[in-house]
């Protein structure tokens, strides 16, 4: 099958018997025959592509204002452009699951900017920084998926937001939605010393031939991808990843995994157990979103994603559709990469390649500000660099910088609250958007973190192991709640009055990327282990102090 056909089933004959016999309901996989839709978002996407609603935005929407935007555009569509409604202020977190969608929201949006592998220039970052304080009030979270997210967006303001992005090259297409995300990629791609094989070309072109695409614009849910040679983007936890490995015969190219996700099935992605050369990773890529498209679950939302085909089909299965119906050939075996004992953040200052340096820096939480970019962009000119990555950690690099100027990067990054050389609770600690303008969280989160890093610096100044902190607003894991050593799941938990009270349920000891012998896995959900969140400080520094008192030696 070519990847741009969703045959149907074959008729079946008329059954002759009084009653027909029941059609199995099946899971609305398109190429099983089921084109109905089987759900409300399954019906918005049908009755019209959601890229479409671009044009209504610009020609109508813009001009009439919020409450001229017809409702199936408004919580299904715009999200194909990036734009989801953002939460009403003030509403707390129990009353989350009880009010309508429009109860919980207001007039503004959230904006997410692809930033597809991370990589900004400076000229796109000014831009970045220009949108942030005329159009989004200051706001510009630096995402654990390398996007940009705006809030306060007026839909007034959006064909003038596109215009300037676009000016640049940036784009929000299919920035969220049921469709292809961004692509995450190494922040160090073509400048890492030991980087074999930048893949940014194979990103590029995924982005120029797939991104806007009508034939990949209705997927049953998100499809996120990563490509990198390294081990520095949490690539198990992505529906297909392309990780760096050299084949004895052929050479450098990449190994596929699939079915990757976490919120609440979480499943690690699993080995296809094939080698893939740079040029052909778009086409994997597509047969591997074309079977999404075709075989993907969509009767049931929460059965949606790539991983429960993945799951029920087994990854031999999975590589033999994808030779025989959209690729048309076979794949070759390939090794299995090595993986380093844990994955690479990138903080600090790094030699490049080239002989020049790279400085990776911590905001709090990904809370940057468009005025904090604007004078980062001053800074990374005036230290002569032009180009700027975003992690999937919520960090970012500065690269290209001269060794005789960057102990004057450092510390000029310093004074516009970007950290090179961070606290490990600054550099280990995420936190997902939360309360303040998320409609679907539990609890606060952005400012959780900021007051949980500052507490644990004064009370455990000098901390010198590597931990994860992951916090959460709701069970989705958009922070990835499940792969940290402290995962934290927002919800509502008795506080010691006996009211609820904001809370987190904590998963403890996960990981990914993980060496033979540190095994990537999820944490120990320890079903009694909630904390409230005002206890959150002490309970993570008895965790830290009791650590640290029965580490072994070198640990
Ligand atoms: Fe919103 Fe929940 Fe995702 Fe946080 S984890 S951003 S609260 S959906």
């Not at 959601?50 to 001229?68: C, D, K, Q, T, W």
């Not at 700027?388 to 690099?397: A, F, G, I, M, S």
């Not at 600054?426 to 890093?453: D, F, N, P, S, W």
């Not at 590597?466 to 607003?473: E, P, T």
Request: proline content about 6%.
């Amino acid at each position: 099958m070519a990847v741009n056909s969703t045959p149907d089933r074959p008729e079946r004959p008329v059954a002759t018997a009084t009653r027909a016999p029941r059609r199995p309901r099946g899971e609305g996989q398109w190429a099983l025959g089921h084109r109905e839709p089987l759900n409300p978002n399954e019906r918005i996407k049908k009755d019209d592509d959601p890229l479409n609603v671009r044009a209504r935005i610009e020609n109508i929407y813009a001009h009439r204002g919020f409450a001229s935007i017809d409702p199936q555009d408004l919580r299904g569509r715009f999200r194909w452009w990036g734009l989801y409604t953002q939460r009403k202020a003030g509403i707390d977190g129990g009353r989350t699951a009880v009010l309508e969608p429009h109860e919980l929201e207001d007039e503004f949006f959230m904006l997410r900017v692809r930033v597809d592998g991370g990589q900004l220039s400076l000229a796109q970052l000014r831009v970045v920084a220009d949108i942030s304080r005329e159009f989004a009030r200051d706001t510009a979270d630096i995402t654990d998926r390398q996007n940009i997210q705006y809030h306060w967006i007026r839909v007034e303001d959006m064909p003038e937001i596109w215009r300037r992005l676009e000016s640049v090259g940036l784009q929000t297409t299919e920035a969220c939605g049921d469709c292809p995300r961004i692509v995450l990629g190494s922040p160090v791609a073509g400048v890492a010393r030991d980087e074999v094989l930048d893949p940014t070309p194979a990103i590029d072109e995924i982005v120029r031939r797939y991104v806007g695409d009508k034939q990949y614009s209705n997927l049953p849910r998100k499809f996120k991808s990563s490509i990198s040679w390294l081990v520095d983007t949490p690539y198990e936890a992505n529906d297909i990843a392309f990780l760096g490995v050299e084949h004895p015969d052929h050479g450098p190219g990449f190994d596929v995994w699939v079915g990757g996700g976490l919120s609440t099935n979480p499943m690690l992605a699993k080995r296809l157990g094939v080698w893939v050369p740079l040029a052909e990773v778009p086409d994997v890529w597509a047969g591997v979103v074309g079977i999404f498209r075709d075989y993907g679950y969509r009767r049931l939302r929460n059965r949606a994603r790539l991983k429960f085909l993945v799951a029920d089909w087994g990854v031999e299965k999975f590589r033999e559709v994808l030779e025989k119906e959209y690729l048309g050939r076979a794949l070759l075996d390939g090794p299995a990469p090595e993986l380093p004992s844990k994955p690479l953040d990138h903080i600090g200052v790094r030699e490049q390649a080239d002989g020049r340096n790279y400085v990776g820096a911590a905001p709090v939480v990904g809370r940057v500000s468009g005025t904090q970019l604007a004078q980062l962009a001053d800074v990374v000119e005036a230290h002569g660099s032009d180009r700027v990555r975003l992690t999937p950690y919520q960090k970012l690099l500065v690269l290209d910088v001269a060794p005789e100027r960057t102990d004057s990067l450092v510390a000029a990054l310093r004074g516009i609250g970007l950290e090179a050389e961070p606290s490990a609770w600054r550099r280990g600690t995420m936190a997902c958007t939360g309360i303040e303008y998320c409609k679907l969280a539990i609890v606060e989160t952005k400012a959780r973190g900021e007051e949980l890093v500052a507490r644990l610096e004064e009370r455990l100044r000098g901390f010198d192991a590597d931990i994860s902190i992951h916090i959460n607003g709701c069970p989705n894991a958009c922070a990835r709640t499940q792969v940290a050593d402290i995962g934290l799941k927002g919800q509502l938990v008795v506080g010691p009055d006996g009211r609820q009270v904001e809370g987190f349920q904590v998963h403890l000891g996960g990981g990914l990327g993980m060496a033979q012998g540190q095994t990537a896995g999820f944490g120990r959900k320890l079903r009694g282990l909630k904390t409230t969140a005002e206890e959150l400080p002490g309970y993570v520094e008895r965790v830290a102090r009791r650590y640290l008192a029965g580490r072994a030696e070198g640990e």
